[in-house]
């Protein structure tokens, strides 16, 4: 069995590529999938529609749009990896952690020990808090090959 991975979260460090890389050495049977990460293509993915001159519809336009993605994604996907980062807060994670916990997918949390008191709720519903890439690496290959 191949399992899906979702890789949701924070987009402005190499994490994602931490985890694949960890993957690939340890030969884990597992592919990945993630939303847009460029972030002004995301912030854009409604503009084909018509670019409203307010913001917030042109957030609300895009979001939907990018919805479509992301839904796909989860709904199809074993186990998802949703990472919040130090410089911005990721509403959007929180977001699909939530979504996640309410279709009964299976999540594992990866941010740094000072934003646990915040994520407390959504670190409750996960079945993994990692500190690290390589403890994601870690619980992937535990999860995926021992028997």
Same mark, same amino acid.
């Given at each position: 069995?191949?399992?899906?991975?979702?890789?949701?979260?924070?987009?402005?460090?190499?994490?994602?590529?931490?985890?694949?890389?960890? /993957?690939?050495?340890? *030969?884990?049977?597992? #592919?990945?999938?993630? +939303?847009?990460?460029?972030?002004?293509?995301? !912030?854009?993915?409604?503009?084909?529609?018509?670019?409203?001159?307010?913001?917030?519809?042109?957030?609300?336009?895009?979001?939907?749009?990018?919805?479509?993605?992301?839904?796909?994604?989860?709904?199809?996907?074993?186990?998802?990896?949703?990472?919040?980062?130090?410089?911005?807060?990721?509403?959007?994670? /929180?977001?699909?952690? *939530?979504?996640?916990? #309410?279709?009964?997918? +299976?999540?594992?949390?990866?941010?740094?020990? !000072?934003?646990?008191?915040?994520?407390?709720?959504?670190?409750?519903?996960?079945?993994?808090?990692?500190?690290?890439?390589?403890?994601?690496?870690?619980?992937?290959?535990?999860?995926?090959?021992?028997?």
């Amino acid at each position: 069995m191949t399992w899906t991975i979702y890789l949701s979260g924070e987009i402005h460090t190499d994490w994602r590529d931490q985890i694949k890389q960890g /993957a690939e050495e340890n *030969g884990l049977p597992v #592919a990945f999938v993630s +939303p847009v990460t460029d972030h002004p293509a995301s !912030d854009a993915a409604g503009d084909m529609l018509g670019k409203p001159e307010n913001g917030f519809w042109r957030d609300h336009q895009s979001s939907k749009v990018n919805a479509i993605r992301t839904k796909s994604l989860i709904e199809n996907c074993d186990i998802a990896v949703i990472r919040f980062g130090d410089q911005y807060k990721q509403w959007n994670a /929180a977001f699909d952690a *939530g979504y996640c916990a #309410a279709m009964g997918r +299976p999540y594992i949390t990866l941010h740094n020990e !000072d934003i646990v008191h915040p994520l407390k709720e959504v670190d409750a519903a996960a079945m993994a808090w990692a500190q690290t890439p390589e403890q994601v690496v870690e619980v992937l290959q535990y999860v995926t090959t021992k028997t």
